[in-house]
């Protein structure tokens, strides 16, 4: 993979995780505002949002590393 590809890859790689981490935040902020309303078991329900967007980061995250260290290679 040439250079330029590489780079556009990752910068799209990271840019991804930034989006999905985005959302992330801007969920967590909810369910606390949700707990601190009084309604702890609401803010969980709507915390658990949160696992498949970290799963996705963690996923790209994994991706970009991988890519990164076979490109050294």
């Given at each position: 993979?040439?250079?330029?590809?590489?780079?556009?890859?990752?910068?799209?790689?990271?840019?991804?995780?930034?989006?999905r981490?985005?959302?992330?935040?801007s969920?967590?902020?909810?369910?606390?505002?949700?707990?601190?309303?009084?309604?702890?078991?609401?803010?969980?329900?709507?915390?658990?949002?949160?696992?498949?967007?970290?799963?996705?980061?963690t996923?790209?995250?994994?991706?970009?590393?991988?890519?990164?260290?076979?490109?050294?290679?």
């Amino acid at each position: 993979m040439d250079a330029q590809t590489l780079d556009l890859l990752l910068k799209n790689h990271l840019a991804e995780m930034r989006q999905r981490l985005e959302q992330a935040a801007s969920i967590a902020k909810a369910a606390e505002a949700c707990a601190e309303a009084g309604n702890v078991d609401k803010a969980v329900e709507i915390a658990l949002d949160v696992e498949q967007l970290i799963y996705e980061v963690t996923t790209f995250l994994n991706a970009a590393s991988m890519i990164n260290r076979i490109n050294r290679i």
